[in-house]
């Protein structure tokens, strides 16, 4: 369904500011699919008055990708040539395109550029050739697109790569953070918009899927637990890798994580694979999972949506099928939710906490927000301490948070458990936050040295 442009305003404002600098411009916008690179651009393209190239590639051979492109080029540059001037390479192309922006501001977006550096293998270090030589005396603006984040990073911005250093611009797009995402459905409750986050994650292409004229349970219904909803099997594995060959290993590696099997050796396991490493640190390039380190290294899936799918949606295919998927979703799911909200709340946080940092809505500067995690030995044994929120000034332990995303106020007994924890951690003071889906108790809020938030602050501005 449409939706109005939201967000992304820095990301319009550097490619403004490249736009307004004379000479050859090369800009370099890579990130997941669906998250919104194409919709940045060509909103980007409209704002401008001059012609602009928009070619996406596609899977198809090198002789097939050069004539789409001289379509598009003719079609924009030379509308009158039409069916009458081809070229016999993308030398010839791109020396046509030299020579129309010698003395013209002209846009050339190239989307998708994996897939025609896949199919033409020399097509990065022809690139580099016409931004060293052809390209660069001219008012050329270059823009090279790609979902594919670990060949983006590997083939075209890693200093081995032939078109290292020769961007003036690079940005990796990432899903929306939920502040931003709450302006998808603004009539709805904060608690229905920090859930519709959880389900999507902050991708504008899943966000485009909830209809603000439907409720939230209705939405969930429609895109999750129907047939013919948005958030299918399929859907999912091309949201997962664009590698059709071993999709299967990935998504394997998915459905573990999920499941919370974090340890390499659970992964491979579950997995039945000897070794996930390689598999693993494309879907880290790719922000999809999180590498982390406690005691051991361990892993965490980033993306809501895939959380939300394997653990609520998959193990109800039949019923889906049958066309009885709300029923599943009335009985199991619904009730819950919010113990699926814990860790979103938690990434709410952390967010809310960088955006605030060095303002009096933080009783401490933070320049990094963790979580953190230890086992201590106590009279009744072992005992696994963890603090939702860890906020680092450098290397120095100086804030300490819990959050509880729950249909009751933070109480005191909460509170205390919670304090209780502080003898453990690596500070002597840390200052105290905490987070509240619905407030607070009067004999928390007594508690003047703890700053508390609930939703509402949470998405004030």
Known sequence: MAQNFIGREDELNALRGKFNIKGFQMITVFGRRRVGKTTLINRFIEETDCKAISFAAVERSESELLSMMSSEVIRVLSPGLEGIVSFESFDKLFDFIAKAAEKERIIFLIDEYPYLAKACSYMNSLLQKYADHAWKNTQLYFILCGSLVSFMRDEVLSKNAPLYGRSTLEFQLKPLDYLTSSYFLPGYTREEQAIVYGLTGGV????????????????????????????????????????????????????????????????????????????????????????????????VLNDGMLKFYFNYVSRAASLINAGRGIVYYEKHVKPELHNYMGSVFENMAKQYIYRNAGTDRVPAFV???????????????????????????????????????????????????????????????????????????????????????????????
Do not use: W
């Not at 958030?231 to 990935?250: A, H, L, N």
């Not at 072992?382 to 819990?402: Q, R």
């Not at 009067?442 to 700053?451: D, F, L, M, N, Y």
């Open 204 to 299: 504008p292409k899943y966000l485009e899927q909830f209809d603000p004229d439907l409720t939230l349970d209705e939405n969930i219904a429609a895109q999750f637990y129907s047939r013919n909803g948005y958030f299918t099997e399929e859907q999912i594995k091309t949201v997962i890798t664009d590698d059709r060959q071993t999709s299967p290993v990935y998504y394997e590696i998915i459905a573990a994580l999920a499941s919370g099997r974090t340890r390499h050796n659970e992964i491979c396991q579950y997995a039945k694979i000897d070794d996930a490493t390689h598999y693993l640190n494309v879907m880290v390039s790719s922000g999809l999972i999180e590498k982390r380190k406690s005691k051991t290294t361990y892993y």
């Open 367 to 461: 320049s990094e927000v963790k979580d953190y995690q230890t086992s201590v030995r106590t009279d009744q044994g072992i005992v696994s301490i963890e603090i939702d929120i860890a906020g680092y000034d450098n290397d120095d332990f100086v804030l300490a948070g819990e959050c509880k995303f729950q249909n009751k106020q933070f109480n005191e007994d909460e509170l205390n458990k919670f304090l209780n924890k502080l003898p453990y951690v690596p500070a002597e003071n840390p200052a105290v936050m905490l987070f509240a889906l619905s407030g607070f108790t009067a004999g928390v809020r007594k508690h003047k040295e703890i700053t508390l938030v609930d939703i509402e602050e949470m998405y004030r501005p």
